[in-house]
């Protein structure tokens, strides 16, 4: 009784180191895609795709005056890359989803998707 006891113990405890690891390794995983998301070289990125959409973007005449990174929507894209929202004209219904991607061994925008009001906007 005593030998299964110390069995079952021990294995709830290497359960419970795993898992602590995973959330460990999460957190580390997260702290890397903000510090890239917040690198110089990202902002270049967010601002050129930016003007991809509006050539005037990031001027008075730009339909696309401001920007914000959504710290909070950054995340591990599962096919590679990281997932981050762009916020326009600090209106929650006017955003870009851009993910960045370093498939060629440098960061570069790997798409993007603009939300349904940013896009009407933009077609004018």
Known sequence: ???RLWIIGIVMLVIGGIGVKH?????????EMIKIVKSDKAKKLFEEDLRT?????????GIIKTY?????SVKHNPMGGIMVVLKINNDPQLY????????TGQLE?????????LDKRLEK
Do not use: E, F, R
């Open 1 to 3: 009784m005593k030998k």
């Open 23 to 31: 959330h460990i390794d999460q957190v580390k995983l997260h702290d």
């Open 53 to 61: 959409l509006d050539t005037k973007a990031l001027t008075p005449q």
């Open 68 to 72: 914000t990174i959504d710290y909070n």
């Open 96 to 103: 870009v989803n851009v993910d960045l991607d370093k498939d």
């Open 109 to 117: 925008v790997g798409g993007d998707a603009i939300s349904v009001k």
